[in-house]
């Protein structure tokens, strides 16, 4: 990244930035869609704050006031948990649907640091899990972000070998 950045003569920030852009665009398209309207599962929180999930088959007869909550997936709820994480580096994105609860753009974010010209760093974080609550293992979030990292390397790739060929006269 240093040297792409001193290739182009830009900041490390702004090479950092957009290589996070990519990462985010990326991963986003390989986001699958939720599709499921209603969950078999129920959550609620313990006295230390956390949360736990119950299948329906451990709850039995719910009586009213329960401290368990349905868990309700919307549809596009994992591609919009990307919202956040848009906003803070600054990508456009469409609109939230107005079926999915204002939550959703809270449970992402981006972090970005610049120490000084030669230290930069982006923290992407997304709270979306593919673990059928707990249930499997999770194998949907590496995949994701290899893809991210994949295209932002390609990109960063392709930029480097673009400067050396403009600046060594070969196109």
Do not use: C
């Amino acid at each position: 990244m240093q040297s792409l950045a001193n290739l182009k003569n830009v900041p490390l920030a702004k090479v950092v930035r957009n290589a996070s852009r990519d990462f985010a665009s990326e991963a986003y398209r390989n986001t699958p869609i939720a599709k499921v309207s209603r969950s078999e599962y129920y959550y609620y929180h313990d006295k230390g704050g956390q949360i736990h999930f119950l299948h329906e088959s451990q709850v039995g007869k719910r009586k009213k006031g329960s401290k368990l909550h349905k868990v309700r997936i919307h549809r596009g709820w994992s591609r919009a948990s990307w919202i956040g994480v848009f906003r803070a580096l600054g990508m456009s994105m469409p609109a939230r649907k107005a079926s999915l609860p204002e939550k959703v753009e809270h449970i992402s974010h981006a972090v970005q640091k610049v120490a000084s010209d030669t230290s930069a760093s982006t923290t992407i974080t997304d709270y979306i899990r593919f673990d059928r609550f707990g249930k499997d293992n999770d194998t949907r979030t590496a995949e994701i972000a290899r893809k991210g990292f994949e295209l932002a390397a390609k990109r960063m790739t392709k930029a480097v070998n673009d400067s050396l060929m403009k600046q060594w006269g070969g196109k």
